[in-house]
Antibody, heavy 120, light 108 residues
Framework: EVQLVQSGAEMKEPGESLTISCQNTAYSFMKFWIGWVRQMPGKGLEWVGIIFPDDSDTRYSPSFQGRVTISADRSTTTAYLQWRSLRASDTAIYYC?????????????WGQGTLVTVSS | SSELTQDPAVSVALGQTVTITCQGDSLRDYSAAWYQQKPEQAPLLVIYGKNNRPSGIPDRFSATTSGNTASLTITGAQAEDEADYYCNSRDSSGNHVIFGGGTTLTVL
């Protein structure tokens, strides 16, 4: 069974930096894309971006390009989502999920989510 | 187009059949996937592609696509099916992931 375990909730102030993590504990980390999805309070799902850990090929949603950085550490089978300067509008739950890019694009296994709260 | 449109809310009587739709131009070229999200939980994949169910998803969930519309049907809705449902697919360029705005299903 695929298991993605995310880091805990974070509370930050505007302008601060943050990195949240997503550790794969069960499948071949290198051979599947990992994606990040945002869910703002009371709102729907938004695609942030994806990474292929084997070669670090990374794709971003145009809405998030330049605002976040996605990376992966092969040695710890962990993916990361990073902000250099947080805004209040970054407050949301961020999910990581295994991403399948076949003729259908979909996320088949999800982490439990990381709540990020940005407030002064 | 880079949008998928869903009705905000749908209701169904217990045991009856309900269809949730997802409209978008990219669906003419690319298949959709469907997710169920219950309060305070992560989304759960229920259908992907033409009509594929992951292991553990009841067979009362099924999907079809016609033209620019993908549909998720629950045949014999149960109380535990009450949740938000999201569709996703590729955008028209084929390079990006897009989600529908979600449909809240109420089982009466």
């Amino acid at each position: 069974e695929v298991q993605l375990v995310q880091s805990g909730a974070e509370m930050k102030e505007p302008g601060e930096s943050l990195t949240i993590s997503c550790q794969n504990t069960a499948y071949s980390f290198m051979k599947f894309w990992i994606g990040w999805v945002r869910q703002m309070p009371g709102k729907g799902l938004e695609w942030v971006g994806i990474i292929f850990p084997d070669d670090s090929d990374t794709r971003y949603s145009p809405s998030f390009q330049g605002r976040v950085t996605i990376s992966a550490d092969r040695s710890t089978t962990t993916a990361y989502l990073q902000w250099r300067s947080l805004r209040a509008s970054d407050t949301a739950i961020y999910y990581c999920a295994r991403f399948i890019a076949s003729n259908v694009y979909y996320f088949d296994n999800w982490g439990q989510g990381t709540l990020v709260t940005v407030s002064s | 187009s880079s949008e998928l449109t869903q009705d905000p809310a749908v209701s169904v009587a217990l045991g009856q059949t309900v269809t949730i739709t997802c409209q978008g131009d990219s669906l003419r070229d690319y298949s959709a996937a469907w997710y169920q999200q219950k309060p305070e939980q992560a989304p759960l994949l229920v259908i992907y592609g033409k009509n594929n169910r992951p292991s553990g998803i009841p067979d009362r969930f099924s999907a079809t696509t016609s033209g620019n519309t993908a549909s998720l049907t629950i045949t014999g809705a149960q109380a535990e099916d009450e949740a938000d449902y999201y569709c996703n697919s590729r955008d028209s360029s084929g390079n990006h992931v897009i989600f529908g705005g979600g449909t809240t299903l109420t089982v009466l």
